[in-house]
């Protein structure tokens, strides 16, 4: 079985994050550009995820769906990128900790919030992120400690993390505080970044 990386994603979507993620590790890959509501929704998409949404990644005959899934798969499979700590190694918890407090209690605030959706009054502990202002500041504490998350080392959770301040940044989800324009401003300068934005960004509608 062939182990070509097809990469399925559409430029208004969370396959920015992958993008990016793969421009970071430097293999080869193909990409499929997907359209709402049309080849997204076809049979032959939906037996790669039956969500009918993107971005999702087929490594060989590995099919993985969900960004922060994508990025610890491709910072496994590919260790020699560095974008991992080892599993021996004592920054794998911190690691995966601040990857999936984005992809969980962030991401739900944030959505919440940009929906209107407030917790009752006293009920607040039944969600995973507490309050809005909660996960902001854990957030914040989590990049105000050097300009990576982890060990002083780029890693596959500050594209994860890292892109989720950014979108929340740029569409005001997300309250411009300092630490988090300067975390975000770094970590968005970076070569492969700006290679994997110019490409999404080259694909937009009228581009």
């Not at 209690?105 to 407030?118: Q, T």
Request: hydrophobic share 45%; glycine share 10%; aromatic share 12%.
């Amino acid at each position: 079985m062939s182990d070509e990386i097809v990469f399925y994603t559409n430029p208004m979507s969370r396959g920015r994050i992958v993008r990016w993620m793969l421009e970071e590790l430097g293999q080869p890959y193909r990409a499929e550009l997907l359209d709402y509501g049309t080849t997204m929704k076809a049979p032959a998409y939906l037996a790669i995820n039956p969500m009918g949404k993107v971005p999702a990644l087929r490594h060989g005959a590995t099919v993985v769906t969900e960004c922060a899934a994508i990025c610890a798969y491709l910072a496994d499979v590919f260790p020699e990128a560095g974008l991992a700590p080892p599993p021996a190694d004592p920054l794998r918890g911190p690691y995966f900790r601040w990857l999936f407090f984005a992809a969980g209690p962030v991401e739900a605030a944030v959505s919440n919030r940009a929906l209107g959706f407030e917790a009752p009054p006293g009920r607040e502990r039944m969600l995973g992120y507490g309050t809005y202002a909660d996960a902001m500041d854990t957030l914040e504490r989590a990049v105000s400690g050097g300009a990576y998350l982890v060990g002083g080392r780029f890693s596959a959770a500050d594209v994860y993390l890292g892109s989720q301040i950014g979108f929340g940044l740029q569409f005001g989800t997300i309250e411009k505080r300092p630490a988090f324009e300067r975390y975000w401003a770094g970590l968005a300068a970076r070569p492969a970044a700006l290679r994997a934005r110019a490409m999404d960004d080259a694909l937009m509608p009228g581009a």
